[in-house]
């Protein structure tokens, strides 16, 4: 008997703890759940619409990042110790779906522009099967071409989606805030869903993709339920797809006008300096041409590695946290005083070229670098007429691209550590000071953070949609600052 009752005290102490332990872990869910929906009602401005593209940018960058896990050790992750010419080659394959960007994918979907919710959800579709398909032939010719369909579609997907957010633009919002918190609410749902992609890669190298799949399909039955003003207005008389496709391809300028021509050269200054960074750094590592001592110890390659990597991926992350803050008004002088101050720190690396140095001239260019990528966003989206607006994305991703693989490929130059890091700081410095030439000579032409000619600034209209208690936690207008 004192052996039962023992047991049955044990027995009912376990189920008290058991009950208690739910009623912890629930009592966290729901205040998860509450905490996630007032974060998302403020990064949406409490609209509805804006909402839903946040939601489909998650799921866009969610499934992205399975991907990248699924096909991790195939041809999209370059061995350290490989050659040069290897690195190269590597540069040559991003640029693929970029080079079909432009002048194809961009005009199409112009000439789809009162159609961008089913454009959104097209590309979801395609990945979903795309990914389905690359999880059975991971050792397969028929990889190289779903791979390649699988970027370009991503890629057709993030023009489409800078080309809609002027549409869905809530009143709380300017462009470039819109445009930054989008990137930081992607980047979470990326770094969420990585655990779940590396256990799904524990049992096979294929589930990555398979969940992937899934969460594209989710993704475009979210692309549908977005609300109609994300279209534009259906032109009365449309010309014939392939002679509207011929003209577009064939029209001499899309990005026009003084702000958004020399905006998008900033950026790709900044890109190129980025690219270069990455690369000439790495091979520096490699080749002990960069002295690794952090605080009087020696650190390893990898670490090394690391803590270059890791700069320019947190600075990178800073600029778009900021970035959600700030209004971007004078996207010429933000550039110019990023290039300044990367110019200033280049200096200062070739000077004391150690670890520590460089590691703070990739964290600052990386963050300068993230901030004019904004600048030529929202450029674009308020100066570039609707019915171009998906064209002129598509070439800039393209042009902001190409300086990135020259930037790249100008890294891989085998050139001593200080003299590629000098030369790299003269042309910074004669960038910047043109930079800075340009700012002035435009001082007087401003960005207001609206597209005029789109639909109007829509109020708060969402509040059956936001969890219970947000309506009144975490939902007031910002009052942010001012930038450039």
Same mark, same amino acid.
């Given at each position: 008997?004192?052996?039962?009752?023992?047991?049955?005290?044990?027995?009912?102490?376990?189920?008290?703890?058991?009950?208690?332990?739910?009623t912890?872990?629930?009592?966290?869910?729901?205040w998860?759940?509450?905490?996630?929906?007032?974060?998302?009602?403020?990064?949406?401005?409490?609209?509805?619409?804006?909402?839903?593209?946040?939601?489909?940018?998650a799921?866009?960058?969610?499934?992205?990042?399975?991907?990248?896990?699924?096909?991790?050790?195939?041809?999209?992750f370059?061995?350290?110790?490989?050659?040069?010419v290897?690195?190269a080659?590597?540069?040559?394959?991003?640029?693929?779906?970029?080079?079909?960007?432009?002048?194809?994918?961009?005009?199409?979907?112009?000439?789809?522009?009162?159609?961008?919710?089913?454009?959104?959800?097209?590309?979801?579709?395609?990945?979903?099967?795309?990914?389905?398909?690359?999880?059975?032939?991971?050792?397969?010719?028929?990889?190289y071409?779903?791979?390649?369909?699988?970027?370009?579609?991503?890629?057709?997907?993030?023009?489409?989606?800078?080309?809609?957010?002027?549409?869905?633009?809530?009143?709380?919002?300017?462009?470039?805030?819109?445009?930054?918190?989008?990137?930081?609410?992607?980047?979470?749902?990326?770094?969420?869903?990585?655990?779940?992609?590396?256990?799904?890669?524990?049992i096979?190298?294929?589930?990555?993709?398979?969940?992937?799949s899934?969460?594209?399909?989710?993704?475009?039955?979210? &692309?549908?339920?977005?609300?109609?003003?994300?279209?534009?207005?259906?032109?009365?008389?449309?010309?014939?797809?392939?002679?509207?496709?011929?003209?577009?391809?064939?029209?001499?300028?899309?990005?026009?006008?003084?702000?958004?021509?020399?905006?998008?050269l900033?950026?790709?200054?900044?890109?190129?300096?980025?690219?270069?960074?990455?690369?000439?750094?790495?091979?520096a590592?490699?080749?002990?041409?960069?002295?690794?001592?952090? &605080?009087?110890?020696?650190?390893?390659?990898?670490?090394?590695?690391?803590?270059?990597? +890791? /700069?320019?991926?947190?600075?990178?992350? #800073?600029?778009?946290?900021?970035?959600?803050?700030?209004?971007?008004?004078?996207?010429? /002088?933000?550039?110019?005083?990023?290039?300044?101050?990367?110019?200033?720190?280049?200096? /200062?690396?070739?000077?004391?070229?150690?670890?520590?140095?460089?590691?703070?001239?990739? #964290?600052?260019?990386?963050?300068?670098?993230?901030?004019?990528?904004?600048?030529?966003?929202?450029?674009?989206?308020?100066?570039?007429?609707?019915?171009?607006?998906?064209?002129?994305?598509?070439?800039?991703?393209?042009?902001?691209?190409?300086?990135?693989?020259?930037?790249?490929?100008?890294?891989?130059?085998?050139?001593?550590?200080?003299?590629?890091?000098?030369?790299?700081?003269?042309?910074?410095?004669?960038?910047?000071?043109?930079?800075?030439?340009?700012?002035?000579?435009?001082? +007087?032409?401003?960005?207001?953070?609206?597209?005029?000619?789109?639909?109007?600034?829509?109020?708060?209209?969402?509040?059956?949609?936001?969890?219970?208690?947000?309506e009144?936690? +975490?939902?007031?207008?910002?009052?942010?600052?001012?930038?450039?």
């Amino acid at each position: 008997m004192p052996v039962l009752t023992r047991l049955r005290g044990a027995a009912v102490a376990t189920g008290q703890g058991a009950r208690a332990t739910a009623t912890r872990v629930a009592t966290g869910s729901r205040w998860a759940g509450r905490y996630a929906g007032r974060l998302r009602s403020r990064f949406a401005g409490g609209d509805a619409g804006m909402m839903r593209l946040l939601d489909l940018h998650a799921i866009s960058a969610a499934g992205d990042a399975l991907i990248a896990i699924g096909l991790a050790g195939t041809i999209f992750f370059v061995d350290p110790q490989e050659a040069r010419v290897n690195v190269a080659l590597y540069l040559l394959v991003t640029m693929v779906p970029f080079a079909v960007l432009a002048p194809l994918i961009g005009p199409l979907l112009d000439h789809l522009r009162h159609g961008r919710r089913y454009a959104l959800a097209a590309t979801m579709l395609g990945r979903a099967i795309l990914a389905w398909l690359l999880a059975d032939h991971l050792d397969a010719l028929a990889l190289y071409p779903a791979a390649f369909g699988v970027l370009i579609l991503s890629r057709a997907y993030g023009v489409t989606r800078a080309a809609t957010v002027p549409r869905l633009l809530p009143q709380t919002l300017s462009l470039s805030q819109a445009n930054a918190r989008g990137s930081v609410y992607g980047t979470l749902a990326g770094l969420l869903v990585l655990p779940l992609g590396l256990a799904a890669f524990a049992i096979g190298g294929g589930w990555p993709l398979r969940v992937a799949s899934v969460i594209f399909l989710v993704g475009m039955v979210l &692309a549908l339920r977005l609300p109609a003003s994300a279209d534009s207005d259906r032109p009365e008389q449309p010309p014939p797809l392939l002679r509207w496709l011929r003209h577009s391809i064939n029209a001499q300028r899309i990005l026009t006008g003084g702000l958004v021509t020399a905006t998008l050269l900033g950026g790709v200054v900044h890109r190129a300096l980025y690219g270069f960074l990455l690369m000439f750094l790495a091979f520096a590592i490699r080749e002990d041409q960069l002295p690794t001592v952090v &605080a009087g110890r020696q650190i390893g390659e990898g670490t090394a590695l690391g803590v270059v990597s +890791g /700069a320019l991926v947190a600075g990178t992350f #800073l600029a778009v946290v900021a970035g959600s803050r700030l209004r971007i008004r004078r996207p010429l /002088a933000l550039q110019a005083a990023g290039l300044t101050v990367s110019a200033g720190t280049a200096v /200062a690396a070739v000077v004391w070229f150690r670890l520590p140095v460089v590691a703070a001239l990739c #964290l600052l260019a990386a963050v300068a670098s993230g901030l004019a990528k904004l600048a030529v966003d929202s450029s674009i989206q308020e100066r570039i007429d609707d019915t171009l607006r998906t064209t002129a994305f598509a070439r800039s991703e393209t042009l902001l691209m190409l300086a990135f693989v020259a930037g790249a490929g100008a890294g891989l130059i085998p050139l001593p550590g200080q003299v590629g890091m000098g030369i790299a700081a003269g042309l910074v410095a004669v960038a910047a000071a043109r930079a800075l030439i340009g700012a002035v000579r435009l001082r +007087g032409d401003r960005l207001s953070g609206r597209a005029p000619g789109d639909v109007p600034p829509r109020p708060r209209d969402s509040t059956a949609e936001l969890p219970p208690g947000a309506e009144t936690g +975490g939902t007031q207008p910002d009052r942010p600052r001012a930038a450039g």
